[in-house]
Every structure is written in structure tokens, then in C-alpha cells.
């Protein structure tokens, strides 16, 4: 696991850094960090994975819905209230279920929305490096 939205997936032949498309994990020095990676690594290591690539990003990394029997990583991170709907990037069919079940984990108040004002992850970026 690399952190709650990349992890690596190995085959008999090469090993691939994925970066889970149209999700956002809070970033290493957010609340709830620990525990979205934690969440990948649970539900993640050692199984058979299907991936569905969508794109390559700029870093080279495979962008991509990863599948794990009847669900995906992607939607168990929103639906555990550890991932923010990253509506900028996602543009596939699915994401109008993804909107809605992160929705549904914001109304249960599930881990970053029990916080009084979470920050997403792609802003705190922002105001990170305002302050340097």
C-alpha cells in the first residue's frame, strides 16, 4: 500500500503503481489518513484484484477502478466516509453512484465527515503550499 488512493499491484510479469481514479484519500498529514490506507491494506493486500484502467497520469501511474470480488476499492473508501468524490476527475458512468455514496457517508457523518469542516484533500494541498 502507498497511501488510501494508490497502492501497487504485482502480476506474474511487472508490478504497477495504481492510482485509484475518481476518489481522493486525505493526503499523509490530513485526520484520517492512516486510516484510509489502513482500509486499502485491509481489504486489498494479497487478493486477486481486477483492474479497470482508465488513463495514465502525468507521474506514470495507472489510473484505474480496482475490483475486488463484487466491489471496488474505489467505492469502500467513499462509502466508509475515507475518500472524497473527486468530481474534477471523474467522468465515467459510475461516478454518479460514487457521488451518491459518499454523499450517504457524509449524512451518517463516517470518519472525515464526523470533522466540524473537513478539508479536501486537493485543498489542503493548496493551502499547504500557500503557507511556504
Do not use: H
Not at 495504481?18 to 493526503?27: K, Q, S, T, V, W
Not at 486477486?48 to 501511474?61: F, H, L
Not at 461516478?95 to 479536501?120: D, H, L, Y
Amino acid at each position: 500500500m502507498i497511501d488510501g488512493d494508490s497502492l501497487k499491484v504485482s502480476n506474474e510479469k511487472k508490478t504497477y503503481e495504481i492510482r485509484l481514479y475518481g476518489i481522493d484519500a486525505p493526503e499523509y498529514d490530513q485526520p484520517y489518513a492512516s486510516e484510509a490506507k489502513g482500509m486499502v491494506k485491509n481489504i486489498a493486500l494479497d487478493q486477486q484484484v481486477q483492474i479497470i484502467p482508465v488513463e495514465w497520469d502525468k507521474y506514470n501511474r495507472l489510473v484505474a477502478i480496482v475490483n475486488i470480488g463484487q466491489s471496488s476499492v474505489n467505492s469502500e473508501l467513499l462509502r466508509n466516509g475515507l475518500a472524497w468524490y473527486y468530481p474534477r476527475y471523474c467522468t465515467m458512468r459510475v461516478c454518479g453512484v460514487w457521488k451518491e455514496t459518499a454523499k450517504e457517508a457524509r449524512n451518517k457523518r463516517k470518519n472525515i465527515w464526523s470533522q466540524k469542516k473537513p478539508v479536501a484533500p486537493w485543498r489542503w494541498k493548496q493551502l499547504k503550499y500557500q503557507m511556504k
